[in-house]
């Protein structure tokens, strides 16, 4: 059997586990969100001003969500296998319309937070192991160990109020798409961005230091400073792909921190994305936009990591797809 048919099969295995997984991702959303304190009925008939009971019975038979858990779960399970995300409880619009509208919006800026990341990740953690217990060591590992310690919050809020107090000028709040006005909209996106990859940074950048140092004590690597090889080809060529496979995992282990960074920056920095839907929907009790922003989030990050898998074999070749 070819090293395709490993590859084609191993694929499929994981493509079909990705259904139990979804499934069960689907029944802790719709637990959850109808545990969570309040209820949209009661935001509902505070907004109306009454709340008698012949109104309370009548608006949660309109919304279906009178009916016991385990029908709406069924129900719900089985329109998202269809493709069908709900309608939003408050203006019945398709979830998937108000989702998609936002995605390319967060797409965005998690593509450039991720950029950021690998750049600085990879650029700051090859030069701390190769200038070992020098300044261009201690350097990068203590601006790490402070990208671990403070929250994302704390850096966006920073970003955002520093430049007022320092040099009286705010940053750009107003939203403007890119084909508005191009240059706002990248100066409103890059800073968000910037925060985001510069903490996820932190720990990618302290794992490719010590894999580094690792493979660079290997008896290949010395063999080939022996050949008087130049250092740009035995740290990148020698090194640094041997060095890539436990960093790639971690890359793909972060999707999900960068999304949690990503719905707070929204937030903060006013972007129309999805995190700052579900943000709203929260607030507002919006069930089905709350269950389809973790479907469609949640899908992502497994096909992220089932692309993270894939790429081993790249980075490797004698990395092998069996039956497991």
Do not use: C
Not at 243 to 254: D, R
């Amino acid at each position: 059997m070819t090293a395709r048919d490993d590859v084609t099969r191993y694929l499929i295995h994981r493509l079909l586990g990705i259904v139990p997984t979804l499934l069960l991702l689907l029944l802790l959303v719709v637990v959850m969100v109808r545990v969570v304190p309040g209820n949209i009925v009661d935001i509902m008939l505070t907004e109306q001003g009454g709340a008698r009971k012949v109104d309370r019975d009548a608006i949660e038979a309109r919304l279906g969500i009178n009916r016991p858990l385990p029908v709406q779960y069924a129900e719900y399970a089985g329109g998202v296998l269809r493709g069908d995300l709900g309608r939003s409880l408050w203006d019945q619009r398709p979830v998937s319309t108000l989702i998609f509208r936002r995605l390319p919006t967060t797409l965005e800026m998690a593509a450039l937070a991720m950029t950021v990341s690998i750049v600085l990740a990879l650029t700051f953690g090859v030069i701390a192991a190769i200038r070992q217990d020098t300044f261009l060591d201690y350097g990068p590992r203590s601006g790490a160990i402070l990208g671990l310690s403070v929250p994302d919050f704390v850096l966006g809020t920073l970003v955002l109020v520093l430049p007022t107090i320092w040099f009286q000028k705010s940053v750009p709040l107003i939203w403007h798409t890119f084909s508005e006005n191009p240059t706002e909209h990248l100066k409103q996106i890059i800073l968000p961005a910037l925060v985001v990859g510069v903490r996820l940074s932190a720990s990618v950048m302290r794992l490719t230091r010590t894999m580094m140092l690792e493979v660079l004590r290997q008896d290949y690597t010395r063999t080939a400073w022996a050949k008087g090889l130049s250092e740009r080809v035995v740290v990148l060529r020698h090194g640094l792909r041997n060095g890539l496979i436990p960093v790639v995992t971690l890359l793909g282990l972060e999707i999900a921190a960068l999304i949690s960074g990503l719905v707070v920056m929204e937030s903060i920095f006013a972007i129309p994305g999805v995190g700052r839907l579900l943000i709203e929907s929260i607030s507002s009790r919006d069930y089905p936009v709350i269950q389809g922003i973790t479907v469609v989030v949640g899908t992502l990050v497994i096909v992220v990591n089932l692309l993270v898998d894939l790429s081993y074999a790249f980075l490797d070749p004698r990395v092998r797809f069996g039956r497991g």
